[in-house]
């Protein structure tokens, strides 16, 4: 059964770094597209970031480019996300999700039908 489990969220200043992990199961992860997503309270699921099957391609919302990477580790089944500069902005419940698109990823939640269950990231003084 395909699974994904979220960790690394927490809370954080103004200015720090989190670095986030979607662990994947039951499936392997380099052939599938692989997306960070984040909600807020009352608000739609905003696209952050997302790698293709393969990593040949990788998208970021504006909002986080030049702050936020995304990576891949298809030895541990593994995606992350590391988050610097952190704004307050930023806080949010951060969900991945997968899918299997073959070359390339797209930042819509409608592409996706496997989430994992969030983790949530605050950022606050």
């Known amino acids: 059964q395909l699974q994904l489990l979220e960790s690394g969220g927490g809370l954080v200043q103004p200015g720090g770094s989190l670095r986030l992990s979607c662990a994947a199961s039951?499936?392997?992860?380099?052939?599938?597209?692989i997306s960070w997503f984040r909600q807020v309270p009352g608000k739609e699921r905003e696209g952050v970031s997302c790698?293709?099957?393969?990593?040949?391609?990788?998208d970021y919302a504006d909002s986080v480019k030049g702050r936020f990477t995304m990576s891949r580790d298809n030895d541990r089944n593994t995606v992350y996300l590391q988050m610097n500069s952190l704004k307050p902005e930023d806080t949010a419940v951060y969900y991945c999700?997968?899918?299997?698109?073959?070359?390339?990823?797209?930042?819509?939640?409608?592409?996706?039908?496997?989430w994992g269950q969030g983790t949530q990231v605050t950022v606050s003084s």
């Open positions: 999700a997968t899918e299997r698109i073959i070359g390339l990823c797209v930042l819509s939640d409608k592409a996706y039908r496997s």
């Open positions: 039951g499936f392997t992860l380099r052939n599938y597209a």
């Open positions: 790698v293709s099957s393969y990593g040949g391609a990788t």
